[in-house]
């Protein structure tokens, strides 16, 4: 009994140790800015500084210069997100079907409540930590300054919507393009956590 016991409870720790990734694999030159709370990491450059967290992911360059990266993470709860259309790209992945149908609602949003608002570019088919996703690129004037914006969206496991967004004022939006899409690349959801 207790050698079965013993067993069962070795089986058990591993099986528990392997349905969430850790974070011991911090890239060179990066730290960790997203809180437990959440079921992915994302890394960003040692110099800048990580904000206050309140449910979102958040760091910005520096004191001087306000260029930032957040990501945010919610339950998706409109259904629409998805309906396939009749006219879908042959092979075209459910899951960036769903990004691309989420970018058009939250389009109409920015459309609506961002002065100046513009499509850059997308949305174009990315990927996400391997997931498939949409990147989009817009501008818009905030606070009578123009800023220009770059958004990755992902739908992971039809349930939960993630927005990993770009700011930085557009003159001096390259600067920190090359973080960006280090940020990017780097950006690990955690195993098992959504089963």
């Known amino acids: ?14 099986s528990a140790s392997g349905c969430a990734r850790t974070e011991t694999n911090t890239p060179a030159g990066m730290k960790l800015a997203s809180v437990d709370a959440v079921d992915y990491y994302m890394y960003v450059p040692n110099e800048w500084i990580i904000a206050d967290q309140d449910g979102v992911t958040a760091a ?11 990501c945010v993470s919610t339950a998706v709860t409109n259904e629409a997100v998805f309906d396939i259309p009749a006219d879908r790209e042959e092979g075209e992945a459910d899951g960036l079907t769903y990004a691309k149908n989420y970018w058009i609602g939250y389009a109409s949003q920015l459309q609506s409540h961002l002065p100046g608002y513009t499509l850059i570019s997308g949305p174009n088919s990315a990927l996400l930590d391997g997931q498939p996703a949409v990147r989009c690129r817009y501008s818009a004037k905030v606070n009578d300054k123009d800023y220009t914006f770059d958004m990755v969206i992902c739908i992971r496991e039809r349930m939960f919507s993630y927005l990993i967004t770009y700011t930085a004022e557009s003159a001096v939006f390259e600067n920190n393009l ?6 990017i690349s780097e950006f690990v959801f955690q195993t098992g956590v959504l089963g």
Request: charged share 20%; net charge positive.
């Open 60 to 70: 910005y360059v520096s004191l001087t210069d306000k260029s930032n990266v957040t």
């Open 1 to 14: 009994m207790k050698k079965t016991t013993l067993i069962l409870l070795l089986i058990f720790c591993l």
């Open 178 to 183: 090359a973080s960006y899409e280090k940020i």
